[in-house]
């Protein structure tokens, strides 16, 4: 179970980060606050796996958590919603340990996944943040590598695998392809196979990490 502090200035956007947070078996929301200012003293108190921040647009990022030097070595892992993230508003958050940036229109699923994959040490961005905080591209040197060490994914398997980004399940898999349910548990089977993982959520997460999806 991962543990959740949720941080918002707005009483109605924690109030549906409980509700998203209340209804999912793999995460619990141990605290929220609306004072953004006693942030590292209830991290240090309530010790969360991870941080889920409402970032304000008005304040500078990160928020600095001045944690004590005992509990700095338990530091959440922080999940930003930034409607407002310029390349150096994000880069200075990505400096500061955000794992994760993202719109606050972002789906329920693909927060959860975020949240998920913050937790088990990945960094999640949006594709447009990336392509103006990543080094660009040259023709003189060799092309960064973006599958898997193994065995790559097919054409069909990465549309899978990006539908399994969305939250949708083989039936929804199925009707969205056009294709069988057998068929596309059998897509799913050899996507976890070929990540080296076991769950769909470690698939998205290990997807985002090798580049075959980006949030």
Known sequence: MIRVLVASSSPVVRAGLQALLAGDADLAAVEDTGDLDRLAELVEEVEPDVLLLDAPPDVLLPIPLALAADAAARAPAVVLLDDHAEPGRAAAAL???????????????????????????????????????????????????????????????????????????????????????HTAKAHVAAILAKLHVATRAEAVAAGVRQGLLLL
């Open 95 to 181: 400096r500061a340990g955000a794992r994760a940036l993202l719109p606050r229109t972002v789906a329920a699923e693909t927060l959860r996944l975020a949240i998920l994959a913050a937790a088990a040490g990945l960094v999640l961005m949006p594709a447009a943040v990336a392509d103006d905080l990543l080094p660009a591209r040259t023709t003189s040197g060799p092309e960064p590598a973006r599958a898997p060490a193994g065995q790559p994914l097919s054409a069909r398997e990465r549309e899978v695998l990006a539908l399994l980004a969305e939250g949708l399940g083989n039936k929804g898999v199925a009707g969205r392809l056009g294709i069988s349910e």
